[in-house]
């Protein structure tokens, strides 16, 4: 299979998007990764910062979250796989609903979270294919996506593709 184009939504205030595209690379996998802004500034200021500044605090959040569906919508429309990853300090209105965009678009939907969110989550893990708990699995995921491949064993031949 060659490249495969991967979004990576949900929580930032982790590496866990750094750990994921650093372990693709050190696997060799041909994956092209894409993400939400992860500035809070940038993100909650891009509508007013292009469209103009709002005296209510409502305007100006309606227009930076536009403009960010704009981003993920098509991000996500791009994707062949979309990784979601919950964390457990915040709300995570953005990752619930780009979950549910790319379960209902058919996407190859991989959700990750801590076990101790098994539960809050259960109807976001029912719509996954794949729920992880580390960064490491997912690369493992994409390995064997991409090449059949398992980890601790050979690598299997494969019919020309």
């Excluded at 802004?37 to 409502?58: K, R």
């Excluded at 227009?63 to 990853?85: E, M, P, W, Y």
Aim: charged letters at 25%.
């Amino acid at each position: 299979m060659s490249e495969l184009t991967v979004y990576l939504a949900g929580e930032i205030h982790s590496d866990w998007r750094e750990r994921i595209v650093a372990g693709a690379r050190e696997a060799g996998l041909d994956i092209a990764f894409s993400a939400p802004v992860t500035s809070h500034d940038n993100s909650d200021d891009c509508g007013v910062a292009i469209l103009g500044d709002e005296a209510d605090g409502f305007w100006k959040d309606h227009k930076g979250a536009k403009l960010n569906a704009i981003r993920t919508r098509t991000l996500i429309d791009k994707a062949d796989v979309v990784v979601v990853r919950f964390g457990d300090k915040y709300k995570q209105w953005n990752a619930a609903f780009d979950a549910g965009y790319a379960a209902a678009l058919g996407k190859a939907l991989i959700v990750m979270h801590d076990p101790a969110l098994t539960h809050p989550l259960k109807e976001v893990d029912g719509a996954a294919l794949a729920v992880a708990e580390t960064p490491g699995q997912i690369v493992e995921i994409l390995r064997y996506v991409l090449t059949g491949d398992l980890p601790g064993r050979p690598a299997i031949g494969r019919a020309a593709e």
